[in-house]
């Protein structure tokens, strides 16, 4: 590659010039190629440790002048190809120009300039590409696909020096970060280090520092555990690691993730030596941090962000923080956690405005909003940018907006001073005041009226008993008073400031007529309802009537959802809960419907009316609790993990206890995924979902901590899981809210009791008070890392449960072993992933989590061929692509172009495994439809219009009458012999009359039917002329590099000979009179009753190309041509005398003297292929069967089409080589394979002259 000129100063240091002209040297690097010596190494160890871009290019070309000792570096290459063709572009295009010039400062000036032009000429292709990297990294990345064998989808992230450790000696090297794999590279005086991981097998990353290793990473898989230390930035570098991990992890479970995730905006200035990968995966990560700690939606993107001061009118002080800009709000968060935080919606601002500055307050910004509040920001850097950055966005934000949230609350507090909006959000808040009237936007269900669209449940189903509450009812107005006074203070809706008296707030209770406003408010649903008017109604509309197997179990569980409400005793309550589910599994039918979504969203419906509880759900399932409710509750099982390790560190003593008795897997699904709304008596669970939507999983985790913590003695001294469990739930159902006004719901868990105590009371509050007071210092960042380590965890235990159920499953139909279906497994899904990445967008199907687990993992053509390539024990050369495409229609039943474990499993298992007739069976299989296509045989489509593998009973052109008179004896046989097992039959038969509408039955005689069809290899079609060359020209191949390849070639030589003689000793049976022929048979039945079994039938045909093989020699011709006359004559008589038995019967076809033509025949086919020649071998052989006239067949021009010859007759001329039968009975062991299937699997070379160096270590 051409590079921008750089001053040398050494030019013969550590080079070699091997070329030269006036102007320019071409020169190699010392132990580059041939020799080196001991200089060499040392050359190569200083490039390894000291270059930047970790290998100096072998190969330079350096500017010169005469009068001068400087060198400028032009051009650098990785081979001598490259270099030599920059070194000819000089030659012809500048040295006849250089030598014009009479100053040496011209020509460098005129050279440099030359270079750099031709570098932004390359660049100026390149750059519709969006090639952003700069040179240096571009360089490194080059150098990275060509070290390990990278393509060149596979990008670099970023690359860090640093140590691996093998043993205990460090190797210092580079380790290479991308976007699927782990690369290092070490070369030390000769020793060469070469490691690739793929991302996806990592099962632990850590960072610690023991006594054996400094500072250090530990990466972790199922093989190996690998360390690195030294680094520049550990801590950068293991962020980076982690990241790149984690988006490996939800590719295995969500195929769509990473990409999305990637379509990140373009910085506005480039960053020095930084990939443009590596920006947008930084992007990305404060993306999800934004997102997360201001509850934003999914799409929504961080623009900027700045210091400064927000003026925060409650304390009247300026409050330190940042401020972010993203394209549909401005956040600030400050400095010190809890200060205060603040949302503003652009949807909301009215004015964004410059204020004057002072020295009191230097460049502040005043934000208003329609909500009559504004915000003072301050000590802005660079305002002016700001200020046009919203403005951009105010712009591009929508005119016509929903009413804001503050209004609307407004109105609903009596404040009817805004008819000028009409746009009111149809889902305002109906806690605050049950009598507003229904909205016009919401259309079908509210046409009719429906409560439930403007009002939760709980209002329609309130009891109507006041004197008993009255005492409760004055403590709930005076929650509500303090919540008017913190509205009054910090202001309402979404633009409050959220501050540490907030959640003093939140913990102390939400009143049950604001519950529903102040969950939309701190979950951000507000948000995503307010933007999307109608949305809701349009999903219910759309779900009408439609019918899927989410809908089915949405129905299967609404009369399981709070049953003892009364709200869910009606069909009111019961229909509401069922439009906002399936209206939800419409939405994302990648979630569907999961258990507990229906618990919860019961709740929901409680407080908000149908559209907020609706986009609560989406809140809870899509943000705050991530991945919970898929087929898998992966999320769950990540926080289950987070759990327990949170246990182990928060309560040691009371750790190992409940790891023995198995308590945790037990409770903690149930506790998280229904938020303790199923375990926990209703009104003091849904104090917690108060605190869940306010502080996020943290607050479930500190609650499930002090529940443990509580009852640690209890659980010390049970003996089961059973016990305790029970110390649990008793617990727990004794959990008591004293302030709630609602009447007391029953609880229908089972009541717990222990001996003759009554159960203690617990409050709420104080629960939720003594979790905060003991377990407060959780905080949001450290969960979201402990999520990432446990993901790994949970992902790689899911992945190798659904191994060993695929493997289960299929175990009893494949003779492998488990272990090797296991390495066979991992290799196969090793393909499909990488299809993923590195595929073309048709190369793999995106994985269904939907699907059986079997069904999940499947490839294509492509990558089947590769796998087949490697792992076949049947090596063709370079026909094993050809027998691999075969292969592949065979076992791709459902012809969708795309094969499972299963199938790929048993085309393996076929070829390893199963004596010679099964492996040969294979192989014919292998040569007739569908596995033989249309192209590769001309008259391939006319046979498969006859042959179908599932129509057994049609006839085949290649059938002669004699196989159809064979066919009807062999039916009245099967008919006498039916009549002997009559009586045994005889309960079936019973059994069909007394119940003719079993199904039972039914599919058990279809069972039989399926297994029979299986197991006997007479349902196996003949195999026309051109498929039988074509079955020999796949067995040339294949015995090409066998150690006995020449006894093999002779072999077949032999049997081809013998069975193309058979062939057209069948034709000739075909043309006998009918009469004469069943004659014969009786007579051969009389004499060999084993011939009976040979006889076969016919229900499929395949065609294949045979010009190779069909051409001979001009040399061969007259011994080719008398050959055939002989045996015209020998089949003539043969058939007139009428002793012989048909092409079934091929052992006994001769008699005693055919036998001496038949091997006269073998050693003329021995003396004709002496130089083995596999071209040869296959015109003589296919002369032997032509008639003696068609001397045009040795040419391809014409195939005899009444040719045909059954498998059973291969199979048995098969028999008679030992050669041959030893060759198929050999046994070959597939675990050496996989293992360098595992080696090479990622390593795709895309520079054909570099030479990969072996992996080690």
């Known amino acids: 590659m051409w590079l921008g000129p750089e001053e040398v100063l050494l030019a013969n240091a550590l080079w070699v010039t091997e070329r030269a002209n006036p102007f320019f040297l071409l020169q190699r690097r010392r132990g580059h190629g041939k020799g080196g010596g001991l200089t060499g190494l040392l050359v190569g160890t200083l490039d390894v440790v000291l270059d930047s871009s970790a290998r100096v290019a072998p190969y330079r070309i350096l500017h010169q002048t005469q009068d001068s000792q400087i060198y400028w570096a032009v051009a650098c290459?990785?081979?001598?190809?490259?270099?030599?063709?920059?070194?000819?572009?000089?030659?012809?295009?500048?040295?006849?120009?250089?030598?014009?010039?009479d100053n040496d400062e011209d020509i460098t000036t005129f050279v440099k300039g030359k270079i750099h032009g031709i570098i932004a000429e390359e660049n100026k292709n390149q750059q519709p590409q969006g090639e952003e990297d700069p040179g240096k990294f571009k360089e490194a990345e080059l150098k990275m696909r060509k070290q390990f064998g990278m393509p060149e989808v596979e990008k670099l992230v970023n690359y860090y020096s640093c140590s691996y450790w093998k043993g205990r000696v460090?190797?210092?090297?580079?380790?290479?970060?991308?976007?699927?794999?782990?690369?290092?590279?070490?070369?030390?005086?000769?020793?060469?280090?070469?490691?690739?991981?793929?991302?996806?097998?990592?099962?632990?990353?850590?960072?610690?520092?023991?006594?054996?290793?400094?500072?250090?990473?530990?990466?972790?898989?199922?093989?190996?555990?690998?360390?690195?230390?030294?680094?520049?930035?550990?801590?950068?570098?293991?962020?980076?690691?982690?990241?790149?991990?984690?988006?490996?992890?939800?590719?295995?479970?969500?195929?769509?993730?990473?990409?999305?995730?990637?379509?990140?905006?373009?910085?506005?200035?480039?960053l020095k030596n930084i990939s443009a990968l590596k920006r947008d995966l930084d992007a990305r990560a404060k993306n999800e941090w934004y997102r997360a700690t201001f509850r934003l939606p999914k799409d929504e993107r961080l623009d900027g962000h700045t210091d400064c001061t927000l003026w925060t009118p409650f304390n009247k002080i300026h409050i330190l923080g940042q401020m972010f800009v993203s394209n549909n709000y401005i956040c600030f968060a400050s400095k010190t956690e809890e200060a205060c935080h603040l949302i503003i919606p652009?949807?909301?601002?009215?004015?964004?405005?410059?204020?004057?500055?002072?020295?009191?307050?230097?460049?502040?910004?005043?934000?208003?909003?329609?909500?009559?509040?504004?915000?003072?920001?301050?000590?802005?850097?660079?305002?002016?940018?700001?200020?046009?950055?919203?403005?951009?966005?105010?712009?591009?934000?929508?005119?016509?907006?929903?009413?804001?949230?503050?209004?609307?609350?407004?109105?609903?507090?009596?404040?009817h001073g805004h008819e000028?909006?009409?746009?009111?959000?149809?889902?305002?808040?109906?806690?605050?005041?049950?009598?507003?009237?229904?909205?016009?936007?919401?259309?079908?269900?509210?046409?009719?009226?429906?409560?439930?669209?403007?009002?939760?449940?709980?209002?329609?189903?309130?009891?109507?008993?006041?004197?008993?509450?009255?005492?409760?009812?004055?403590?709930?107005?005076?929650?509500?008073?303090?919540?008017?006074?913190?509205?009054?203070?910090?202001?309402?809706?979404?633009?409050?400031?959220?501050?540490?008296?907030?959640?003093?707030?939140?913990?102390?209770?939400?009143?049950?007529?604001?519950?529903?406003?102040?969950?939309?408010?701190?979950?951000?649903?507000?948000?995503?309802?307010?933007?999307?008017?109608?949305?809701?109604?349009?999903?219910?509309?759309?779900?009408?009537?439609?019918?899927?197997?989410?809908?089915?179990?949405?129905?299967?569980?609404?009369?399981?959802?709070?049953?003892?409400?009364?709200?869910?005793?009606n069909e009111l309550g019961i229909a509401a809960l069922r439009r906002v589910l399936t209206a939800y599994a419409f939405r994302n039918p990648t979630i569907g419907y999961c258990q507990a979504m229906n618990i919860v969203t019961s709740v929901l419906l409680l407080y908000c009316n149908e559209e907020e509880a609706f986009w609560l759900l989406v809140a809870l399932c899509e943000r705050m609790l991530p991945d919970y409710y898929n087929t898998r509750v992966v999320g769950a099982l990540v926080d289950q993990g987070i759990f327990e390790e949170l246990t182990r560190d928060c309560l040691p003593q009371l750790s190992e206890k409940m790891q023995d008795l198995g308590v945790i897997s037990s409770i903690s699904l149930s506790w998280f995924l229904t938020l303790f709304l199923s375990v926990m008596p209703f009104e003091s669970a849904v104090v917690i979902v108060d605190c869940f939507f306010y502080e996020g999983i943290k607050v479930i985790l500190q609650v499930s901590l002090a529940i443990l913590d509580a009852n640690m003695d209890k659980l010390l001294n049970c003996c089961d899981e059973g016990e305790a469990m029970t110390v649990l739930g008793r617990y727990l159902d004794n959990v008591i809210n004293r302030q709630s006004v609602s009447p007391p719901i029953p609880h229908l868990h089972a009541l717990l009791t222990s001996g003759d105590d009554p159960p203690v009371k617990i409050d709420i509050f104080e629960l939720i008070k003594t979790a905060y007071e003991k377990f407060g210092h959780l905080k949001a960042d450290e969960i979201e890392q402990m999520r990432f380590k446990q993901r790994l965890k949970v992902i790689h235990s899911l992945e190798d449960t659904?191994?060993?159920?695929?493997?289960?499953?299929?175990?009893?139909?494949?003779?492998?072993?488990?272990?090797?279906?296991?390495?066979?497994?991992?290799?196969?899904?090793?393909?499909?992933?990488?299809?993923?990445?590195?595929?073309?967008?048709?190369?793999?199907?995106?994985?269904?989590?939907?699907?059986?687990?079997?069904?999940?993992?499947?490839?294509?053509?492509?990558?089947?061929?590769?796998?087949?390539?490697?792992?076949?024990?049947?090596?063709?050369?370079?026909?094993?692509?050809?027998?691999?495409?075969?292969?592949?229609?065979?076992?791709?039943?459902?012809?969708?172009?795309?094969?499972?474990?299963?199938?790929?499993?048993?085309g393996m298992s076929g070829m390893y495994h199963g004596d010679l007739t099964e492996k040969l069976k294979l192989l014919y299989k292998l040569?007739?439809?569908?596995?033989?296509?249309?192209?590769?045989?001309?008259?391939?489509?006319?046979?498969?219009?006859?042959?179908?593998?599932?129509?057994?009973?049609?006839?085949?052109?290649?059938?002669?009458?004699?196989?159809?008179?064979?066919?009807?004896?062999?039916?009245?046989?099967?008919?006498?012999?039916?009549?002997?097992?009559?009586?045994?039959?005889?309960?079936?038969?019973?059994?069909?009359?007394?119940?003719?509408?079993?199904?039972?039955y039914h599919l058990r005689i279809w069972a039989k039917e399926k297994e029979s069809k299986k197991e006997t290899i007479k349902d196996l079609p003949k195999m026309s002329q051109e498929q039988f060359i074509e079955l020999c020209k796949t067995l040339y191949n294949m015995f090409s590099e066998d150690p006995v390849e020449q006894e093999l070639y002779h072999a077949i030589a032999t049997v081809a000979s013998l069975l193309l003689r058979i062939g057209e000793?069948?034709?000739?049976?075909?043309?006998?009179?009918?009469?004469?022929?069943?004659?014969?048979?009786?007579?051969?039945?009389?004499?060999?009753?084993?011939?009976?079994?040979?006889?076969?039938?016919?229900?499929?045909?395949?065609?294949?190309?045979?010009?190779?093989?069909?051409?001979?020699?001009?040399?061969?011709?007259?011994?080719?041509?008398?050959?055939?006359?002989?045996?015209?004559?020998?089949?003539?008589?043969?058939?007139?005398?009428?002793?012989?038995?048909?092409?079934?019967?091929?052992?006994?076809?001769?008699?005693?003297?055919?036998?001496?033509?038949?091997?006269?025949?073998?050693?003329?086919?021995?003396?004709?292929?002496?130089?083995?020649?596999?071209?040869?071998?296959?015109?003589?052989?296919?002369?032997?069967?032509?008639?003696?006239?068609?001397?045009?067949?040795?040419?391809?021009?014409?195939?005899?089409?009444?040719?045909?010859?059954?498998?059973?007759?291969?199979?048995?001329?098969?028999?008679?080589?030992?050669?041959?039968?030893?060759?198929?009975?050999?046994?070959v062991d597939i675990t050496q394979k996989i293992k360098e299937q595992k080696k090479v699997e990622r390593q795709f070379s895309s520079s054909s002259d570099y030479e990969l160096s072996s992996v080690s270590g």
């Open 420 to 569: 000028e909006i009409p746009e009111l959000s149809p889902s305002t808040p109906p806690a605050v005041s049950p009598a507003s009237p229904l909205n016009n936007q919401l259309s079908n269900f509210c046409k009719d009226k429906v409560p439930t669209a403007s009002q939760g449940l709980l209002k329609l189903f309130g009891t109507n008993s006041e004197e008993p509450l009255r005492s409760k009812g004055a403590k709930e107005t005076m929650k509500e008073e303090s919540w008017n006074i913190h509205f009054f203070e910090y202001g309402r809706g979404m633009c409050m400031y959220r501050t540490a008296k907030t959640r003093e707030l939140v913990l102390k209770g939400i009143p049950d007529n604001l519950r529903g406003e102040l969950w939309l408010l701190f979950s951000g649903a507000w948000n995503e309802m307010s933007t999307h008017p109608g949305y809701y109604a349009d999903l219910v509309e759309q779900s009408l009537g439609k019918y899927s197997l989410a809908t089915e179990e949405i129905e299967r569980d609404l009369h399981r959802s709070m049953p003892e409400h009364p709200a869910f005793q």
């Open 77 to 101: 290459g990785s081979n001598r190809k490259e270099i030599t063709k920059h070194w000819e572009w000089l030659e012809n295009n500048l040295l006849q120009t250089l030598a014009i010039f």
């Open 170 to 270: 460090p190797r210092q090297g580079w380790l290479y970060l991308t976007v699927n794999h782990l690369c290092f590279y070490s070369f030390l005086l000769g020793k060469e280090v070469t490691l690739i991981i793929q991302w996806v097998d990592v099962t632990q990353l850590e960072k610690n520092a023991t006594l054996l290793f400094p500072e250090c990473i530990k990466v972790s898989t199922r093989d190996s555990e690998l360390y690195f230390s030294m680094f520049l930035n550990i801590n950068e570098t293991f962020k980076l690691m982690e990241q790149l991990a984690n988006i490996a992890m939800r590719q295995l479970f969500d195929s769509k993730g990473f990409t999305e995730d990637m379509l990140l905006p373009k910085p506005s200035k480039s």
């Open 1065 to 1227: 000793v069948g034709k000739k049976f075909s043309h006998q009179p009918t009469k004469k022929a069943g004659d014969d048979i009786k007579a051969n039945r009389a004499q060999d009753p084993v011939s009976e079994e040979e006889s076969p039938t016919s229900d499929q045909s395949q065609n294949s190309t045979v010009e190779r093989y069909s051409q001979a020699a001009p040399e061969d011709k007259a011994s080719g041509d008398t050959q055939v006359d002989k045996n015209q004559q020998e089949n003539q008589i043969f058939v007139d005398g009428g002793g012989g038995e048909g092409s079934g019967s091929p052992v006994q076809l001769f008699s005693d003297d055919e036998t001496k033509d038949d091997m006269s025949m073998s050693s003329y086919s021995m003396v004709s292929t002496g130089s083995l020649q596999c071209e040869d071998i296959a015109d003589d052989t296919v002369l032997v069967g032509c008639e003696a006239g068609s001397s045009a067949a040795r040419y391809g021009s014409t195939i005899d089409t009444d040719w045909s010859i059954s498998f059973e007759q291969i199979l048995a001329s098969m028999l008679t080589e030992t050669v041959l039968v030893n060759y198929f009975e050999k046994k």
């Open 927 to 1000: 040569h007739l439809p569908p596995a033989l296509n249309s192209e590769e045989a001309e008259s391939a489509l006319e046979a498969a219009s006859f042959f179908t593998e599932h129509n057994a009973t049609e006839v085949s052109p290649f059938v002669s009458e004699l196989d159809l008179f064979l066919h009807c004896d062999t039916q009245e046989a099967s008919l006498q012999e039916d009549k002997a097992p009559k009586e045994g039959n005889s309960k079936q038969q019973e059994e069909k009359g007394t119940s003719p509408q079993d199904y039972k």
């Open 802 to 906: 659904a191994k060993r159920s695929v493997v289960r499953a299929i175990s009893g139909d494949i003779s492998f072993s488990m272990q090797e279906l296991e390495d066979l497994y991992v290799v196969f899904k090793a393909k499909h992933l990488m299809s993923c990445y590195w595929g073309n967008r048709t190369a793999a199907a995106p994985r269904d989590q939907s699907l059986p687990y079997l069904e999940q993992y499947r490839i294509n053509i492509e990558q089947f061929k590769e796998l087949f390539a490697s792992l076949t024990p049947w090596s063709c050369g370079l026909h094993t692509p050809v027998l691999a495409e075969r292969m592949f229609r065979l076992l791709d039943e459902n012809k969708d172009a795309l094969i499972n474990f299963k199938e790929f499993a048993t």
């Open 346 to 415: 652009l949807r909301e601002v009215t004015i964004v405005e410059k204020a004057d500055s002072s020295s009191v307050l230097p460049s502040p910004l005043s934000i208003s909003t329609k909500s009559k509040m504004t915000f003072l920001f301050a000590n802005l850097k660079d305002r002016d940018f700001l200020v046009q950055r919203i403005s951009d966005f105010l712009q591009k934000t929508p005119s016509k907006q929903p009413c804001s949230n503050d209004r609307g609350w407004k109105k609903n507090l009596g404040d």
